[in-house]
């Protein structure tokens, strides 16, 4: 182990919360437009807002320190909604009521009985809040879109009560969610769209240099390996994929792990290029989201593909068969089924954008779907997805 250059590795992590908003005032401009009301003047009005944006594009730290910021400025309380955790409407509004304090008994009440508990509770004690639904996706994937439109309508419900003790902001990647919503939901909603556009590279090194200062010894980087990274990162020209803040942090933070596990007392390029090829373009957070099964199910993908250098695409019979013997593997039964991994599959593609799907062509007997990852190193992802599963399975 070399000298230390890491001196604070929350700084680095998904979950660090820096003491300045870079780049997103605009964002937190508009947010303050659509909540300021509510929040001088709690329950005069149903506040609603839409966020949307790419995965690392700023969208739930600007959710939080406006939270923040609101909750230093008025009694209305802020609950964050973790929806890669919860993934249905019923875990998210049981969620709710866990953080006001509400004894929800575990069975026998569906998540549409549960808001009106809540809603009472808020009624009866005076408590207005503003709940912040992030990664909607995975509500709308498991729940349906009628579900959240339930939540979104509520108010229509309470025809002639004009105490609004809740309000509410969602956040997608994509502006899917509101081809799936109904009119009504969608009329709610209006055109409170708040969009957070990829970050540029010049926004990129800003947040870098932002997190190398909280994270790292002076003296042990310096603008260039900076510029590297947001280089690579950064969102120009006709690179629309790119501009994801998270994965530009996570290529600094193994930067700066292999310059000190090396013994180098600086990062040096050739660190910044190690780091690139080993990290996912999917982050590591995203992939711990993922149900156990539906990591499994992956895996299984990873390590078919592996087997089959010479080809781009595994059949999904294929998949289903590494499935099963990795669930042997770690003595697991393979309890999901022929659907049950199709769901899986689609949400890989359509919600994680890991995986690409095609039907089989010509030369192939029958009808089939062919599955490739083009974008992730093989390796990479089955050495992390591997680390997570042992470890859910260690603490199980």
């Given amino acids: 182990m070399g000298d230390l250059i890491i001196r604070n590795a929350a700084a680095l992590t998904p979950d660090y919360i820096p003491p300045r908003l870079i780049d997103r005032e605009e964002q937190m401009n508009m947010l303050n437009m659509m909540f300021g009301d509510y929040l001088k003047s709690p329950g005069s009005f149903y506040a609603r807002a839409l966020l949307i944006g790419g995965t690392g594009t700023g969208k739930t730290i600007t959710s939080i320190k406006f939270g923040e910021y609101a909750s ?14 919860h993934r249905t409407m019923h875990s998210a509004v049981r969620f709710i009521g866990e953080s006001l304090k509400i004894s929800i008994p575990r069975r026998g009440f569906s998540s549409e009985e549960i ?23 995975h509500i709308v994937n498991n729940s349906g879109a009628d579900a959240l439109g339930t939540l979104i309508r509520f108010y229509d419900e309470h025809i002639g009560e004009h105490d609004y003790h809740f309000s509410l902001i969602l956040i997608d990647r994509d502006d899917s969610l509101l081809v799936k919503l109904d009119a009504g939901a969608k009329s709610t909603l209006g055109n409170n769209i708040i969009r957070f556009p990829p970050y540029t590279k010049d926004q990129i090194y800003e947040i870098l240099r932002d997190r190398a ?47 000190q596990q090396r013994g180098s007392r600086r990062i040096l390029p050739e660190h910044v290029r190690y780091a690139v090829k080993n990290t996912l373009v999917i982050h ?28 781009a695409y595994v059949t999904f019979g294929e998949a289903e068969d590494e499935y099963i013997m990795i669930c042997e593997k770690y003595g697991l039964r ?23 799907t095609r039907p ?36 199980r």
């Fill in 72 to 85: 230093r400025n008025s009694t209305v309380r802020f609950i964050h909604v973790p929806c890669w955790t």
């Fill in 115 to 137: 808001l009106e508990i809540i809603y009472d509770h808020l009624k009866d004690n005076g408590i207005y809040i503003v709940v912040v639904l992030d990664d909607v996706f």
């Fill in 213 to 259: 200062q909280a994270a790292l010894m002076p003296g042990t980087y310096n603008d260039e390996v900076l510029e590297m990274i947001a280089d690579v990162t950064g969102a120009s020209g006709g690179n629309e994929g790119r501009g994801n803040a998270k994965q530009a942090i996570e290529i600094l933070w193994k930067s700066a792990l292999t310059a």
């Fill in 284 to 311: 590591v957070g995203e992939l711990r989201g993922m149900d156990l099964h539906e990591k499994l199910f992956l895996l299984a993908i990873v390590n078919a593909l592996r087997r089959k250098r010479d080809s």
């Fill in 334 to 356: 393979s309890r999901r089924s022929h659907g049950q991994l199709w769901h899986y599959l689609k949400d890989m593609e359509n919600t994680w954008r890991i995986i690409e």
């Fill in 360 to 395: 089989s062509g010509k030369g192939m007997r029958g009808r089939t779907t062919l599955i490739s990852i083009p974008y992730e190193s093989l390796d990479v992802l089955a050495q992390e997805l591997t680390r997570l599963v042992e470890f859910e399975l260690a603490v």
